[in-house]
């Protein structure tokens, strides 16, 4: 997932520069000249919380026919609030990875041949 980083105050996305430390980076605009503080602490998209646990998500493809195999797996973080309901099904399947939303479908040529 990419990180959208601009200035707070003019919106510049390519001329910002940053000094990381141990919780945080100081960023800087070269185009306006404001600097902010960037908290490396990983946040919720949607309440904007910090509390998420980060779980192996199963990568899914179709291998012969019909047949799904899982042939790895990914980190993805959820959000203890917003996810609550995934991550209890995750937890009651552990240690099995989540399975994603949207699994490869059989394409329309394969169910008429």
Partial sequence: MAIDISCPQCGEKDNLAGVASANSVSMACDE???????????????????DLQTIPLAIIEKSRGTQLSVVGTRPVDLCSVCDAAVLRHYHD???NPLMPADLPTVGEEHLNG
Avoid: A, I
């Fill in 32 to 50: 306006c000249g404001e600097s902010w503080q960037r908290l490396l602490l990983k946040r919720c998209s949607s309440c904007g919380g910090d």
């Fill in 93 to 95: 399947h552990r240690p």
